[in-house]
């Protein structure tokens, strides 16, 4: 079974960084991607970035472009967001997903959406402080 977990949360002060790790288990095989989303307070969820395990090519929300960097170790299993330049806006839980069932070209074109991705890891909690 996949899993994966999310961790590397805390609280920030405005303008700094944090770097958020998703360690996934299970993939045994094949292409997948692994993507971020994030949710805050009262607002729907959001896809902010993904990375393909086929060609490690990437895809950015405009929210986030420019700030968050998204990176693989495949020897360790892991997905690696780094938030540069936080904004009080970037406060949100934030979700790792992976989705091992549609090619991940397809994924690419719907990184912002939630139904390409066929498991979702626990939450870490990002707070930016103003």
């Known amino acids: 079974d996949v899993q994966l977990q999310a961790s590397g949360g805390g609280l920030v002060q405005a303008g700094g960084s944090l770097r958020l790790s998703c360690g996934y288990s299970?993939?045994?095989?094949?292409?997948?991607?692994i993507g971020w989303f994030r949710q805050a307070p009262g607002k729907a969820r959001e896809g902010i970035s993904c990375i393909s395990s086929s060609d490690d090519s990437t895809r950015y929300a405009d929210s986030v472009k420019g700030r968050f960097t998204v990176s693989r170790d495949n020897a360790k299993n892991v997905v690696y967001l780094q938030m540069n330049d936080l904004k009080s806006e970037d406060t949100a839980v934030y979700y790792c997903?992976?989705?091992?069932?549609?090619?991940?070209?397809?994924?690419?074109?719907?990184?912002?959406?939630?139904?390409?991705?066929?498991?979702w890891g626990q939450g870490t909690l990002v707070t930016v402080s103003s």
């Open positions: 299970g993939i045994i095989f094949g292409h997948y991607a």
């Open positions: 997903a992976a989705s091992t069932s549609i090619s991940p070209i397809t994924v690419m074109a719907h990184h912002l959406l939630s139904w390409p991705y066929d498991y």
